[in-house]
């Protein structure tokens, strides 16, 4: 991570803007199973009542969430205790915040922790206290725990999955102790509130205002009710979101609920990408032997070999690299008319020859437009970009290279001139004029759009409402 952004999130700079859209999920939920757990003996489900002010989608997250909890805890006697950390702990001279969700005691007196998901994040292994959310949380409860047992559980409530261990705090403090100690000297090592380094990390950084490394920056907060940050993010794909259907972003990127639905796998295409960097990273596509040793590494099926060799015929050679997988942002001040937003873009791959600056986006998909120049995260990929092509005195491309066989020819790549750079830019302005002063979320509710959709099961607006994919409980 940037160590600027390091600096000020541990100084406790304030910033702008915190999770909470996460908390508008979070904060009924633990209510309602406080209040299901307020005088011991059996848990009353009837507390799950789902929030009526909440969007449809949380509500269909809500509800489904309440039918795990009954699943995986209905069945404990227990009884609410109300822990004091939903402010930050001091140890030491530093503020350990974080979220620790539900602390209850058991008939038998377990003291008990349950860190509750609601997003489909990432999962632990095996292991509970492989998430730093959940030991820091265990060192924050030692004050109540002392040296005895804590059931420690922690439970994924979309997916139905849960992970749970006594840990014997007595036992295992020293080792808990030691692991935060490492973190907080890495941590002081790293931070440098005068380095700062952009990429994809500016997406959720609570610092741009007034970050040197986006001149004209301002700290804005966003408006109180609204969940749009004060400063508007850009990425290809959700600008990509955004044009197909409003409810689909406000979805996924306002209120960040987990996807209902599939929306293809993208597992082959992560495969792709990572093997075409190693080639590059280790040695050339063009040299036989190196393809043939990284693509037997990988245990290359036929497929992945057919399509390393499709770009190898189209990689540019000789070539210096810039990088691959790089990320990359860039800051759009406001004008008088429209307002300030910040862009970030991976690029698989950037190479400079023959006077330009030559970027590349693999595709494992369809073709969706005939010319690169018309997909709309091409117009965020060449923005950020333009700026390090000018620095170096350099034209500018962006190609895509459909490596699948089925397709017969990539589209026509992009090579914008400066007055088309500029067109670009008033394109992404006025997307976010739109963003900013859109005053519903209404979906498009077109059968062509919804079908693909990733919230098609729980959205309002579908043309195919349904049953949402998440792993369902079994009926008894
Ligand atoms: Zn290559």
Redo the contacts with the bound molecule.
């Keep these: 991570m940037c160590p600027r952004r390091i600096a000020l999130d541990f100084a406790d700079e304030g910033g702008a803007h915190d999770d909470v859209s996460r908390a508008r999920l979070r904060s009924p939920f633990l209510d309602a199973a406080r209040a299901a757990h307020g005088d011991g003996g059996q848990m009353r489900r009837d507390a799950f009542r789902v929030p009526v002010d909440l969007e449809p989608e949380e509500q269909a997250v809500f509800a489904h969430a309440a039918r795990w909890y009954a699943q995986l805890y209905g069945d404990r006697e227990v009884t609410t205790y109300l822990h004091d950390c939903d402010r930050p702990t001091e140890r030491r001279g530093v503020r350990v915040g974080g979220w620790v969700d539900l602390t209850v005691v058991g008939a038998d007196g377990t003291l008990e922790l349950r860190q509750l998901d609601l997003w489909r994040s990432r999962a632990p292994r095996d292991d509970p206290l492989e998430l730093v959310s959940v030991w820091l949380a265990v060192l924050r409860l030692r004050p109540w725990v002392g040296d005895g047992d804590l059931l420690v559980s922690w439970a994924d409530l979309v997916g139905g999955a849960r992970h749970e261990r006594i840990v014997d705090l007595g036992a295992e403090l020293e080792t808990l102790r030691a692991r935060y100690d490492e973190h907080l000297e890495t941590l002081r090592a790293r931070a440098d509130a005068g380095d700062p380094r952009p990429g994809s990390g500016c997406a959720q950084c609570r610092h741009v205002g007034k970050c040197p490394a986006h001149p004209g920056a301002v700290r804005l907060s966003g408006r109180r009710g609204d969940l749009r940050p004060g400063i508007l993010r850009l990425s290809p794909t959700s600008l990509e979101t955004w044009r197909r259907c409003r409810r689909a972003w406000h979805d996924q990127y306002l209120l960040t609920v987990p996807a209902s639905d599939e929306g293809g796998s993208p597992d082959h295409g992560l495969l792709v990408h990572a093997v075409?960097r190693f080639?590059?990273d280790h040695g050339?596509?063009?040299d036989d032997a190196h393809v043939a040793d990284v693509l037997e590494a990988h245990s290359g099926s036929p497929r992945l070999r057919d399509e390393v060799l499709r770009?190898?015929d189209?990689?540019?050679?000789p070539a210096e690299a810039l990088g691959h997988e790089i990320d990359v942002a860039r800051f759009a001040p406001a004008t008088p008319a429209t307002y300030s937003f910040l862009a970030t873009a991976r690029l698989d791959?950037v190479w400079i020859h023959d006077g330009i600056l030559d970027a590349r986006d693999y595709k494992t998909g369809a073709v969706l437009t005939p010319r690169v120049a018309d997909d709309p995260r091409a117009w965020v990929q060449l923005w950020v970009l333009a700026p390090i092509a000018r620095e170096r005195g350099l034209g500018l491309r962006l190609r895509y290279e459909h490596l699948s066989a089925d397709i017969a020819e990539d589209p026509d790549p992009w090579e914008p001139d400066g007055e088309e750079l500029l067109a670009v830019e008033a394109r992404l302005r006025a997307e976010i004029v739109a963003m900013r002063d859109a005053d519903g979320w209404a979906g498009v509710a077109d059968p062509e759009v919804c079908k693909y959709c990733r919230y098609r099961s729980i959205c309002p607006d579908s043309t195919m409402p349904g049953e949402p994919q998440w792993p369902a409980v079994a009926e008894a």
Aim: hydrophobic content about 30%; some cysteine.
């Design positions: 075409l080639l590059h050339s596509c063009h770009h190898a189209r990689c540019p050679t791959a």
